[in-house]
């Protein structure tokens, strides 16, 4: 997700239905340049070498963001063939999740650390000089850990995880000047009614205070810091062939028993 406001001007941006490495390239309608989806960077055009601000996000199951957020807006749905498309209950690309085809255009480098559909959730930080390190955390280590405490590129991590969201986020877990360390909560959450309850993803809690955090918005639920939120940080959920040849040397996260 990004800012389309660059430089004090208001971007529109569209699909440009081009790919570059396998991902989206969108455009704007101000100036026709053409913009990385992965990286928020201009391509081609008068605005290249440019950055949108990325902005923090997190991809759900519609089924848990309704739980978290009830009172969401929906865009409606369009009409004609590709309204009949969005109100299908059925996935368009469910069959492309468990397929071998990995992307349109061939893969630049072969990396294979991971398979190339792999789900993970991702992150490129600042590291000095202007340069970016990246770091992958694929679904099935996270579903293993259940929360990951991690530093990486100077920064205090925490990323989270839920199974049933299929959802991965991750946040820093540095709050008001202190490094908080996290573990899951109850499975069941805190009891019935509350908004960490019993259905939907578990809690996660931290060892200093025992406050019980609800998992995919770092919001302190119940206990001393209720009330309190930890700072998401903007990452990326994708395949693994999706983000290796944006970043190909990303490290990748084991879960250590």
Same mark, same amino acid.
């Given at each position: 997700? $990004?800012? #389309?406001?660059?430089?004090?001007? &208001?971007?529109?941006?569209?699909?440009?239905?081009?790919?570059?490495?396998? =991902? %989206?390239?969108? /455009?704007?309608?101000?100036?026709?340049?053409?913009?990385?989806?992965? %990286?928020?960077?201009?391509?081609?055009?008068?605005?290249?070498?440019?950055?949108?601000?990325?902005?923090?996000?997190?991809?759900?199951? /519609?089924?848990?963001?309704? #739980?978290? *957020?009830?009172?969401?807006?929906?865009?409606?749905?369009?009409?004609?063939? +590709?309204?009949?498309?969005?109100?299908?209950? #059925?996935?368009?690309? &469910?069959?492309?999740? $468990?397929?071998?085809?990995?992307?349109?255009?061939?893969?630049?480098?072969?990396?294979?650390? @991971?398979?190339?559909?792999?789900?993970?959730?991702?992150?490129?930080?600042?590291?000095?000089?202007?340069?970016?390190?990246?770091?992958? $955390?694929? +679904?099935?280590?996270?579903? #293993?850990?259940?929360?990951?405490?991690?530093?990486?590129?100077?920064?205090?991590? %925490? =990323?989270?995880?839920?199974?049933?969201?299929?959802?991965?986020?991750? *946040?820093?877990?540095?709050?008001?000047?202190?490094?908080?360390?996290?573990?899951?909560?109850?499975?069941?959450?805190?009891?019935?009614?509350?908004?960490?309850?019993?259905?939907?993803?578990?809690?996660?809690?931290?060892?200093?205070?025992?406050?019980?955090?609800?998992?995919?918005?770092?919001?302190?639920?119940?206990?001393? %810091?209720?009330?309190?939120? @930890?700072?998401?940080?903007?990452?990326?959920?994708?395949?693994? *062939?999706?983000? !290796?040849? /944006? $970043?190909? !040397?990303?490290?990748? /996260?084991?879960?250590?028993?």
């Amino acid at each position: 997700m $990004y800012d #389309r406001i660059l430089e004090g001007r &208001e971007l529109s941006i569209g699909v440009s239905g081009k790919l570059w490495k396998n =991902v %989206l390239v969108m /455009y704007d309608r101000q100036t026709d340049t053409l913009w990385s989806h992965l %990286l928020g960077e201009g391509l081609i055009g008068p605005l290249k070498g440019k950055r949108l601000k990325s902005l923090p996000s997190a991809m759900m199951t /519609y089924a848990e963001w309704k #739980r978290l *957020f009830p009172g969401t807006l929906i865009l409606k749905n369009p009409t004609g063939l +590709f309204g009949r498309l969005f109100r299908s209950s #059925r996935d368009p690309y &469910e069959g492309y999740y $468990y397929s071998s085809r990995a992307g349109i255009i061939p893969q630049k480098y072969r990396d294979t650390r @991971l398979h190339p559909k792999t789900f993970i959730v991702a992150v490129a930080l600042a590291s000095g000089g202007g340069k970016k390190k990246a770091k992958v $955390y694929p +679904f099935a280590e996270l579903n #293993r850990a259940g929360v990951v405490n991690d530093v990486f590129a100077g920064r205090d991590l %925490l =990323v989270s995880y839920c199974e049933s969201a299929k959802s991965g986020v991750v *946040f820093d877990r540095k709050l008001d000047g202190r490094v908080l360390t996290f573990e899951p909560g109850s499975k069941n959450g805190p009891g019935k009614g509350s908004k960490i309850g019993p259905a939907g993803c578990p809690v996660m809690r931290d060892r200093e205070t025992g406050t019980q955090w609800v998992l995919l918005t770092g919001a302190a639920a119940e206990g001393p %810091l209720k009330g309190k939120k @930890l700072r998401m940080i903007p990452s990326t959920q994708s395949f693994w *062939f999706g983000w !290796k040849d /944006y $970043y190909p !040397k990303s490290e990748i /996260y084991r879960h250590k028993r």
